[in-house]
């Protein structure tokens, strides 16, 4: 199987696309990144914004339509959620390697 070309999604970047399974604005992105890390990743505003931009000239973002003229609501592209599920694989099949390697004797 051919790895994707932009994993391994760093941790933000992987926050930020799991955030945006479903569209939201910035403020919302922070508080579901937080949540989803059990608080072990808070994001200040310029990071966020940031890696939004970034998100966006790759194409795994876009914008969303939004009734708030004053809020940019942001969702996950198709791109995005290939990128964010072959990396959720990559993840799980380490996390396996792992649980292999200890249950088989090999780690000392």
Do not use: C, W
């Amino acid at each position: 199987m051919k790895r994707h070309p932009l994993l391994p999604l760093t941790e933000t970047t992987y926050y930020v696309l799991l955030a945006l399974l479903q569209p939201a604005h910035g403020y919302l992105i922070m508080s579901r990144v937080e949540e989803a890390s059990l608080g072990q990743v808070r994001m200040a505003p310029g990071t966020l914004y940031g890696a939004l931009d970034n998100l966006l000239k790759q194409g795994l973002i876009e914008r969303a339509p939004s009734e708030d003229a004053r809020r940019k609501v942001y969702r996950i592209t198709k791109s995005g959620f290939e990128a964010l599920s072959a990396d959720t694989q990559r993840m799980a099949h380490l996390i396996n390697a792992f649980t292999n390697a200890t249950q088989t004797g090999d780690a000392s």
